[in-house]
């Protein structure tokens, strides 16, 4: 299953995705978050909402829908206010780490899983303009897969993680490379307003290969600048969850941005960072796409 948030006249609502329809899920969720916490029994439920959808049967009964034309909607972040950071894992395929130690100087991989976190004011959906705010003249771009944790734990060994994902989507993890560099420490340089887009819907564990082997990809107005395959994550997820829920409570809805591969626009000669204008796409096999324009 696919869920999204989108905008009203009354505020943002948690819906189903299901083909080319929007079917809001029932008003006790406000939020995706609020869905999510409820775990399976709230499954169950929205596996019952599609099932009558595509039956043709009324959704009144569960004080669903009615559908609407996803064309026509205005997606959010599905998780557009998360209740805390989102968790990111850097320097996790071998030739991003390669084409960051050739341009910053750096050498080798850690023997740890390295962590840090973006703002939560960060994040925004599908569409929203990213900007520099004036700050940088090394915008970038990093296309990644993230991980929307389901049932929340702690010390969960990583033969257990696959019980705790909800879902995945897609993050760009936008980085102002000279504000990552000069603050000494990457929290300033990838927390800016706007720099964590998301989405454009969370899908499900159970639509994904597992292990999984996902091929994606970053363009910039049309021309491919990343490849990356999830295979070749260096921590793969369930070595991420167990390294970073090691005495550190993970909650429900919390979002685990998992490291991304080789062609940042830092490491072209000459570097090809983001200038107003471009158009970014963030595309994952078996998830979507995820577009934003550079203002
Ligand atoms: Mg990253």
Request: charged share 25%.
């Amino acid at each position: 299953m696919r869920f999204a948030t989108y905008e009203t006249a009354a505020g943002l609502r948690p819906a189903l995705v299901v083909g080319d329809a929007l079917i809001p899920l029932p008003s006790r969720y406000p939020s995706l978050l609020a869905f999510i916490a409820q775990g399976e029994p709230a499954l169950a439920e929205a596996r019952r909402i599609v099932a009558a959808y595509r039956s043709g049967d009324d959704l009144r009964g569960f004080e669903a829908g009615p559908a609407l034309p996803l064309a026509e909607a205005r997606l959010r972040a599905p998780i557009p206010e998360p209740r805390r950071n989102v968790f990111c894992v850097g320097r996790n395929y071998r030739e991003h780490i390669e084409e960051g130690d050739r341009a910053f100087g750096r050498e080798g991989v850690s023997e740890a899983c390295i962590f840090f976190t973006k703002a939560t004011g960060s994040v925004v959906g599908p569409g929203a303009p990213i900007t520099g705010h004036g700050l940088t003249d090394e915008l970038d771009y990093e296309c990644e897969l993230a991980v929307v944790i389901g049932r929340g734990g702690r010390d969960i060994p990583r033969a257990q993680a696959f019980e705790h994902i909800f879902g995945y989507t897609i993050v760009n993890d936008v980085t102002a490379r000279d504000l990552q560099r000069s603050h000494r420490q990457w929290f300033k340089g990838k927390s800016l307003d706007g720099f964590c887009p998301l989405g454009p819907w969370i899908v499900t564990k159970d639509e994904l290969p597992w292990p999984l082997a996902l091929d994606m990809r970053l363009l910039v107005n049309g021309e491919v600048r990343q490849r990356l395959n999830t295979r070749d994550m260096l921590w793969d997820v369930p070595a991420i969850i167990e390294s970073l829920s090691a005495g550190l409570t993970l909650e429900p809805g919390d979002v685990i941005a998992t490291g991304t591969g080789p062609g940042c626009g830092f490491a072209y000669e000459p570097p090809r960072f983001l200038r107003p204008g471009d158009v970014v796409r963030a595309e994952i096999d078996g998830i979507g796409w995820l577009e934003n324009p550079v203002a």
